[in-house]
C-alpha cells in the first residue's frame, strides 16, 4: 500500500514420509510482497535485495504496483548464494472507492488490473487472471482504508493466501474501536470452511531514512517456508499447500500435525515466556499452553484448528489453519473447482 497507489501464514506438518527424515527440509526465510522504485518504493530493486540479503532472507517476491520486474538481471546466479527471487507484481486495482490490491506470486508475464462491477467481482476477476497466468494469488491488506472483509472474501474462489499481517504504516492489523483485526476476519472465513492461509508480509517501500511505525519498512514481519530446496517451484508449492509460517519475531523449531494432535515446538529466547493458544471455529480459544512444546490434542469435532505463538516481549507467531474432515489430498493440493 501507500502514497497515491490504491491498494493469508504458519504451517502443516502432516508426518509425510518425505519430510519425516532429518534433512530432507529447512526452513527458508523469505518476505512475499514489497516494493522498489519501479513504482512507490524509495530504492532501486538491486538495493532491495542487498538488505534482504543483508538481513538472512533467503527469498522475496519484489511486487511493484502493476509493474514486473525482471529478476533475471538481479539474480543470475540462481540459489548458488543462498537467495532466490521470485518474480511479482502487486495488482493495484479499486473497486467501490476502495482499493483492492492482489500480489500475483511466481508470474512471468505483465498483468492489468482487471476491475469488475464490485469488489466481490473485483477481486475474483483479478484472481482468476492472476491463476490463468500461472501465478499464485495472495490478498493483500483488506483493512487499509477498510476495504472489505469477510464478507466478501469468503465469496471468492481459487485463492490460497490472506495476508493477515502486513506491518507497513496504517494497514489496521488489529482490530479497535469497533473493526475487526485481520485474525478476527481470518477466522470468519475458516468458519465457513474455506481453507485460507495467512501470510505476514512487511510491504516494505522506505529503506532509507528514519525506521518508524509511522513508516513503511522492511524487515518488520516475514514468513518461515518449509520446503526440500529453494527453488521458486518448491517454494511456491509450500506456500499453496500452507507449509509455512507467519512470524512477528518468534522462530519455531518445528510444527507436527497428525489426526491425532497439533503441535509445535518453540525455538526460545533467553528468559523469554510464551502463550500458546488454540484456536478454533469463530475463533474460540481451545486450549492455552505456556510450555515450549505446546500441543493440543484433537476431539474430532473442530472444524479447524490453528495456533498463535505470544512472547512476552510482545512478538508473536501464527500457524496455519488444519481441517480435520478434510482428507490430506485436500489440505495439501492447489484448489480447483
Ligand atoms: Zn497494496
Ligand atoms: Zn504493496
Not at 162 to 182: D, Q, R, T, V
Not at 226 to 235: F, Q
Not at 301 to 329: H, M, N
Request: charged fraction near 20%; include cysteine; hydrophobic fraction near 35%.
Amino acid at each position: 500500500m501507500k502514497k497515491g497507489y490504491l491498494i493469508l501464514f504458519a504451517c502443516f506438518y502432516l508426518s509425510l514420509p518425505a519430510f519425516t527424515s532429518a534433512g530432507e527440509w529447512r526452513w527458508f526465510k523469505g518476505n512475499t510482497h514489497c516494493h522498489a522504485n519501479r513504482s512507490d518504493g524509495d530504492v532501486h530493486p538491486l538495493q532491495v535485495v542487498q538488505w534482504y540479503q543483508e538481513h538472512d532472507y533467503h527469498f522475496i517476491v519484489i511486487t511493484d504496483h502493476n509493474t514486473l520486474t525482471d529478476v533475471s538481471l538481479l539474480d543470475q546466479n540462481g540459489s548458488a548464494d543462498g537467495f532466490i527471487l521470485i518474480p511479482g507484481i502487486e495488482v493495484s486495482d479499486a473497486s467501490e472507492g476502495k482499493p483492492v490490491h492482489l500480489n500475483a506470486i511466481n508470474i512471468h508475464s505483465d498483468l492489468k488490473p482487471q476491475t469488475g462491477k464490485d469488489k466481490v467481482e473485483t477481486l475474483q476477476n483479478n484472481i482468476d487472471a492472476i491463476r490463468a497466468a500461472g501465478a499464485v494469488p495472495q490478498i493483500n491488506h483488506p483493512n487499509w482504508l477498510w476495504a472489505f472483509d469477510h464478507i466478501e472474501m469468503s465469496q471468492l474462489t481459487q485463492v490460497p493466501l490472506l495476508e493477515i499481517y502486513n506491518m507497513s504504516f496504517n494497514c489496521n492489523n488489529f482490530g479497535a474501536g469497533g473493526k475487526p483485526g485481520m485474525e478476527e476476519i481470518w477466522d470468519n472465513i475458516l468458519s465457513k470452511g474455506i481453507v485460507l492461509y495467512g501470510v505476514a508480509a512487511d510491504d516494505a517501500h522506505d529503506y532509507t531514512g528514519e525506521f518508524n511505525s509511522r513508516r513503511s519498512n522492511p524487515g518488520t514481519c516475514w514468513i518461515m517456508v518449509r520446503a526440500e530446496e529453494l527453488t521458486p517451484d518448491s517454494i511456491v508449492r509450500a506456500l499453496e499447500t500452507g507449509d509455512f509460517y507467519s512470524i512477528v519475531g518468534i522462530l519455531l523449531k518445528d510444527i507436527r500435525i497428525t489426526n491425532e494432535s497439533y503441535t509445535i515446538s518453540i525455538d526460545p529466547v533467553s528468559q523469554m515466556h510464551y502463550t500458546t493458544t488454540f484456536i478454533g471455529e469463530n475463533g474460540r480459544i481451545l486450549k492455552e499452553d505456556y510450555s515450549l512444546e505446546p500441543s493440543y490434542t484433537l476431539k474430532g469435532d473442530e472444524l479447524y484448528v490453528r495456533a498463535r505463538i505470544f512472547a512476552s516481549s510482545g512478538e508473536f507467531a501464527c500457524t496455519q489453519p488444519y481441517f480435520p474432515e478434510k482428507k490430506s489430498d485436500d489440505r495439501r493440493a492447489p484448489r480447483s473447482d
